[in-house]
């Protein structure tokens, strides 16, 4: 079973809509949630991070968790061309002494202008 | 804004030879990471480094393997005798505490030949 799973892509989605990016996490102990977008031959960057149950709304960017379901989800609104990319969920697992980032396989947005 | 990071942006090597990956995590982080990114594939944990010392490793990192911070500001990922497979982007991040978000840098792409 894979630890973080990510909804299927590519998702394609016109200039100035909604997008609704999905993550899965296996492991309860899970503490902390990430969305990294990664350009294409690029390093991740940070979007959003989120640690307790609820929404965290940053400019265009809402993300969503729910711990009991295990699921962490990112909203992308009025989307424009230049966040096409993939989109990384990423959950950290605090060990006593170190933490780990536990990366999903990523879902490629297009935004078609 | 404070960033991190790595060099070289590249690096092509004989298969059997040693290499150095290099970084300079953000000044007043604490935590720092690997994480490798074989092409296509998504980003996986190395090892994370702490008060001098390694606190998590996983799997991948073996005893080819060794990080080291040799003075205050840089973070090194070492690769004894390297192989085919371990062609990869390799990203160094840090975090300011244990769970906070980790930031990347540009990564080296390591193409072992």
């Known amino acids: 079973q894979k630890e973080v799973e990510q909804n299927s892509g590519p998702l394609s989605v016109p200039e100035g809509a909604i997008a609704s990016l999905n993550c899965t996490y296996s492991?309860?102990?899970?503490?902390?949630f990430f969305w990294y977008r990664q350009y294409s031959g690029k390093s991740p960057e940070l979007i959003m991070f989120?640690?307790?149950?609820g929404d965290k709304e940053d400019g265009r960017f809402t993300a969503q968790l729910n711990k009991a379901s295990q699921y962490v989800s990112l909203l992308i609104r009025d989307s424009q061309p230049s966040d096409s990319a993939t989109y990384l969920c990423?959950?950290?697992?605090?060990?006593?002494?170190?933490?780990?980032?536990?990366f999903g396989e990523g879902t490629q947005l297009t935004v078609n202008p | 804004e404070p960033e991190v990071t790595q060099t070289p942006s590249h690096q092509v090597t004989q298969m059997g030879q040693e290499v150095i990956l290099r970084c300079v995590p953000i000044?007043?982080?604490?935590?720092f990471y690997w994480y490798r990114q074989i092409l296509g594939q998504k980003v996986e944990f190395l090892v994370s480094f702490y008060n001098n010392e390694i606190s998590e490793k996983s799997e991948i990192f073996d005893d080819q393997f060794s990080v080291e911070r040799p003075d205050g500001s840089n973070f090194t990922l070492k690769i004894r005798s390297t192989k085919l497979e371990d062609s990869a982007m390799y990203f160094c991040?840090?975090?300011?505490?244990?769970?906070?978000?980790?930031?990347f840098g540009d990564g080296t792409r390591l193409s072992i030949l």
């Open positions: 000044s007043n982080h604490l935590y």
């Open positions: 990423a959950v950290n697992i605090e060990e006593t002494s170190g933490s780990r980032l536990t």
């Open positions: 492991d309860r102990g899970s503490q902390s």
């Open positions: 991040a840090s975090s300011g505490e244990i769970n906070q978000p980790q930031h």
């Open positions: 989120i640690y307790s149950n």
